[in-house]
């Protein structure tokens, strides 16, 4: 019941805005755009597809194989028993075979089982290269509003500091000031440039990033939406990342895959049944039928395949262990992330107060300036103070957003899906339905296929 409330709460969270110009690209905006031109998300559906014909690859071994081959022979002698002569013949033929393994011990089957797992397990790998890849939006979007803020103040600084040194240019004339106080003027007016430079440079950076996340550069963002609904408690949270997080389910599915893996170990020192059937045409008409049951084993090789056994004991062992310690990580996450949010809140709070201190100060120290009761370098201090919080509230308000979302992403619900972003979004059983059987392309499967591969582009 928790996580449907989060995922109608989070739609609401990403798409409600507040009214801004229709030029205005909005997160939701920024996030579709991710999902749409993503390289790294098509690389991995494809990584998805072909572990999706590992399973036809597998279904196919339980089914006979079927071959034909033709052969021609010419044969030379010197000397013929016969006539004594040299003697050349020729000869042609035709075959045709088919074999399957009856009887396997259940090898061919265990293999199966363990390629539907791999494919389960490489859904939950593409499930968190989504979250990574709308992640990296997210912070994208986020750096470049905090950008453009930061260059907003720092051209804000530039202004108001000309206009200090025009003053204290005007009031050095008439002998109110000294040369330093417009020296000092001038330093703080080259400081200031060079952090607008500097804020300048992260900007460009910044849409750089963001162009690399989503597909383009940024036009005029709008500002983020309504906070995300995120669970009432850190354990309410981390309950729902051990269940829910892609990284959890992948390893589930691998400790799967190494269980089975052991048991075919141990299936592989047993016999193999086969059966083969052949049909041969001679040159001359002649016809021959043939059909054969085999049986074998292995019963020596070198200790190989009790070495097979005891690794696959090994890497199921490891795989267990891998599980257990993704459980201590994740939940590491989730808590770091949710300090991280109450660190932000906290800074934000702590910064709107220097925010209005500074700004108060300020203004005093700038009127007690003109009564002569303070210095230039006063002024330019507090002119600082107030930028420096300004500056700092910013970043803390960009933390903030982003560590909303890092805790989603945490808990394995920075999804398309989950964020009802309304947008149609790749379906990974699709293909797979389409190859399970390894159809024949003439098959009403195969034909199937052909639509599916079609969709995607691929045929």
Known sequence: MLRKTLKLTVLAAVTAMAPYAVSAETLADALVSAYKNSNLLEQNRAALRAADEDVAQAVA??????????????????????????ATSRAATSTLGASMTLFDFGRTKINVEMKKETVLATREALRSVEQSVLLSAIQ??????????????NQNSVRVLGEELKASNDRFEVGEVTKTDVSLAQAQLASARASLASAQGNLRAAREAYKAATGHYPGTLAAFPKTPALP????AARDIALRNHPSVKQLQHTVSVYDLAVTY??????????????????????????????????????GALLSAQRKAIANDQSAR??????????????????????????????????????????????????????????????????????????????TLQVAYYQLLSAMGLLTVDNLKLGIPTYDPAAYYNSVRNAPLTLSPQGKRLDRVLKAMGEN
Do not use: F
């Open 321 to 398: 262990a891998q599980l257990s310690q993704a459980g201590v990580t994740i939940s590491q996450g989730v808590a770091n992330a949710w300090a991280a949010i109450d660190i932000a809140q906290a800074q934000i709070s702590a910064y709107d107060q220097q925010i209005q201190a500074a700004r108060t100060a300020y203004q005093g120290v700038k009127e007690e300036a003109l009564l002569g009761a303070r210095t230039t370098l006063d002024v330019l201090s507090a002119e600082q103070d107030l930028l420096d919080a300004q500056a700092g509230r910013i970043d803390a308000a960009a």
């Open 140 to 153: 994208a979007y986020s750096d470049v509003k905090s950008a453009s803020e930061q260059v907003a103040i």
């Open 265 to 302: 170990a141990k299936a592989n020192r047993m016999p193999t049944l086969s059966g083969t059937v052949g049909l041969v045409q001679g040159e001359m008409g002649t016809t021959s039928r043939s059909a054969s049951i085999e049986m074998s084993q292995t019963l020596y090789s070198g």
């Open 61 to 86: 071994s339980l089914r006979p194989v079927l071959q034909w081959t033709t052969d021609y022979t010419v044969q030379h002698t010197n000397k013929s028993s016969i006539t004594g002569n040299p």
């Open 232 to 235: 009432k408690s850190l354990d």
